[in-house]
């Protein structure tokens, strides 16, 4: 009896363990009101990959971005894509190679995106283990103001880094987007440097 008792709570831990390990890796995080990006295993996200910091300067649209990271490797990374997705209430589309894109992070560099996110080590593959400094980059973003008025304002950022087609790291943030000044700003975007970056807060 003590025997087929074992039997039975062993096969249920079992069944809760390979649950767990089939959840995909979400960025949700209202179970526990974290205001961090994600990289534990506890909603199937691996712990080799974790976005330490990002910083983004004004987005104005069209315009040029500004911004940085700091991330860490714990294990090499073979075929690593990031999927962005960008939302206002919907899923806004790929245009230009900005918007919800999917980008390689190998140095195939279709996307002038792709050239700067994996810049922090050479865009070669595999990327070794170690922690990754971009410095300071900046993308010239595409005029959106054919697209309307809803184009601008807030709107929300899902990062999803993969290896092999694995989500391994899942990150959301806002940012603003902002319609273009009516003056000049070549002086303004010379001048930029990293003090007028701004970190991002995780939600």
Request: aromatic share 10%.
């Amino acid at each position: 009896m003590k025997f087929v008792l074992f039997c039975l709570v062993f096969s249920a831990a079992l069944v809760q363990v390979c649950a767990r390990a089939a959840q995909p890796c979400s960025c949700s995080n209202k179970s526990r009101g974290l205001a961090h990006s994600h990289n534990g295993t506890r909603r199937g996200c691996s712990r080799h990959l974790e976005l330490l910091r990002l910083q983004i300067g004004r987005v104005t649209a069209p315009g040029k971005m500004h911004f940085k990271y700091k991330l860490r490797l714990t294990r090499p990374l073979y075929q690593p894509r990031v999927d962005f997705t960008i939302s206002k209430g919907v899923k806004l589309p790929c245009f230009g190679g900005y918007g919800s894109c999917s980008y390689s992070l190998c140095g195939f560099n279709k996307y002038p995106m792709e050239e700067r996110i994996c810049s922090g080590w050479g865009c070669e593959c595999p990327v070794q283990s170690g922690i990754y400094n971009s410095g300071l980059m900046s993308v010239d973003l595409p005029d959106l103001r054919g697209l309307g008025r809803g184009a601008y304002g807030p709107v929300e950022v899902e990062v999803r880094f993969r290896e092999r087609n694995r989500v391994i790291h899942c990150t959301k943030f806002k940012i603003l987007v902002h319609r273009p000044r009516k003056r000049s700003t070549s002086l303004r975007e010379i001048e930029f440097q990293s003090r007028d970056l701004t970190d991002v807060v995780f939600i």
